[in-house]
């Protein structure tokens, strides 16, 4: 099993930046494909970014592509999600996961891991 810790979030004026990590527990971090989602009040949970177990290859929600970046630091058991050029409609709660099963994780898998979210708040 793996727990995770999400941080970074907070109230940032469009145009704005902030980097959200996410620390997991246990020694077997690099095992783990990892990603971030986001829920918007009212809406479904929905794929942003994802970055494979060993640190080479990443995905993007197309409305982030530019704008987001994902990285992990392994030695340090910490996912990372960049964001740069905030606007209004990336206001949501932001989750990690992680999941042992799947090369990338780009979609729930029924049976991974979730943090407990981070708001994140774009004002126009």
């Known amino acids: 099993q793996v727990q995770l810790v999400e941080s970074g979030g907070g109230l940032v004026q469009a145009g704005g930046s902030l980097r959200l990590s996410c620390v997991a527990s246990g020694r077997t971090f690099r095992s783990y494909a990892m990603a971030w989602f986001r829920q918007a009040p009212g809406k479904e949970r929905e794929f942003v970014a994802a970055i494979n177990r060993m640190r080479g290859t990443t995905q993007y929600t197309d409305s982030v592509k530019g704008r987001f970046t994902i990285s992990r630091d392994n030695a340090k058991n910490t996912l990372y999600l960049q964001m740069n050029s905030l606007k209004p409609e990336d206001t949501a709660v932001y989750y990690c996961?992680?999941?042992?099963?799947?090369?990338?994780?780009?979609?729930?898998?029924?049976?991974?891991?979730w943090g407990q979210g981070t708001q994140v708040t774009v004002s126009s």
């Open positions: 996961a992680a999941s042992g099963t799947v090369v990338i994780l780009t979609r729930p898998t029924g049976d991974n891991y």
